[in-house]
């Protein structure tokens, strides 16, 4: 079964690539919510998010950077926090075909919450 | 700020709607995948999980159907069991302006997994 | 198989009870940190929490309380939140024959964060 | 404020051990269920699992195996799994002064789904 034949000629090769990276988006966001992590921990859980969520469908490659400075301030009184999503700036490249796009989560202090949109087309 | 010019002014607005549909679309999967469930509990859990997914941006209505065959299929021999994704069929419909979006996401036979697709514009 | 005398026979009925109280407890704030939730759906989710979780191994009862203050506290600035561990308030009940104990988990102010201990034996 | 002497002061310290542990090993299964993974992903979801899991209160160390051969089964088929209970094999050390307790979950053929229990007590 061509399965893009089947079920994805309804949209364009662009849309293909935002729809692709916002599942991915929206999958790393509520699977590693609520993770415990402190400042030692931090890069393997970062690591293991983007290996997990770049095998996805059309994923070419995600980064994910969690906010050193907030496990800094909570290591004086904590021994370790809950990851959460005002802590994260994950980029998420998808490609279909021609199509590439970056899809961000990042914290915007104004909005005082983590937003996610469509940073870049290549 | 006007989030939608300052973050959105480069994608039509079904664009918009497809990226808001798959962002939940994603994060449903991974919240709840895992969540103890069987032929008692489905019902509860179906409610949540649409009421939840409905706060999210543009999201009109989710509507979550458990596959009660295979609750009662392993009720023969168990109590209960994780909830999987090929126990899922789920529409999440997303608007954002004119544009209405059904996402869905359903198990596909043919392909032994559970897809998620684009069913419908209105 | 006779799995209490294969696997349990190392520990007393009390510990049993102990042990699933615990391992339910540990489940339940990781499978729903993360959920999205306001005051409107606070209520099906508090069901599913409980429903889900009392499907587990020896647990009589679940009760789960989500903090309706900071939901409307939220609510001037925000449309929904993504339930944390601060916001919770629940008991496990868990009996292994003879032995009942009401696992806890509770935010303390003194501690700045939700602690999980054993409220009560019956 | 001594958080043992007034939250804890109703449990033997082998109790305590045992509680921690079983926490742990419920949200380690809870906050990972569902994750994608393949033969190349699994060494870097290994390591987050266990250095994630290692920060809870009293947890000494956590190994953890995903069944390589699983992996390589689906390999055929498809590009990536969900992580699921059967694929995992989990030791948790769980130390309160004196006693040390290890929790271990692994699949049991004859039960046909993955076990928690208490292995072994030092």
Not at 35 to 42: A, C, D, K
Not at 52 to 73: S, W
Not at 104 to 112: G, N
């Given at each position: 079964m061509?399965?893009d034949?089947?079920?994805?000629?309804?949209?364009s090769n662009?849309e293909?690539?935002?729809?692709?990276?916002?599942i991915?988006?929206?999958?790393?966001?509520?699977q590693f919510?609520?993770?415990p992590?402190?400042?030692?921990?931090?890069e393997?859980l970062?690591?293991?998010?983007?290996d997990?969520?770049?095998?996805?469908?059309c994923?070419e490659k995600?980064?994910v950077?969690?906010?050193?400075?907030?496990?800094?301030d909570i290591a004086?009184?904590?021994?370790?926090?809950?990851?959460?999503?005002?802590?994260l700036d994950v980029?998420?490249?998808?490609?279909?075909?021609e199509?590439?796009v970056?899809?961000?989560?990042?914290?915007?202090?104004e909005l005082?919450?983590?937003l996610?949109?469509i940073?870049?087309?290549?």
């Amino acid at each position: 079964m061509d399965v893009d034949k089947k079920y994805f000629n309804n949209i364009s090769n662009r849309e293909r690539a935002i729809f692709e990276g916002a599942i991915t988006m929206g999958a790393l966001f509520h699977q590693f919510d609520g993770t415990p992590v402190n400042t030692e921990s931090v890069e393997s859980l970062e690591k293991a998010m983007q290996d997990a969520m770049e095998l996805q469908p059309c994923i070419e490659k995600v980064e994910v950077k969690i906010n050193r400075k907030v496990l800094e301030d909570i290591a004086n009184q904590f021994q370790y926090t809950s990851l959460n999503g005002n802590m994260l700036d994950v980029k998420v490249i998808s490609v279909f075909r021609e199509e590439k796009v970056i899809v961000r989560m990042k914290f915007i202090p104004e909005l005082h919450y983590p937003l996610m949109y469509i940073e870049e087309f290549e």
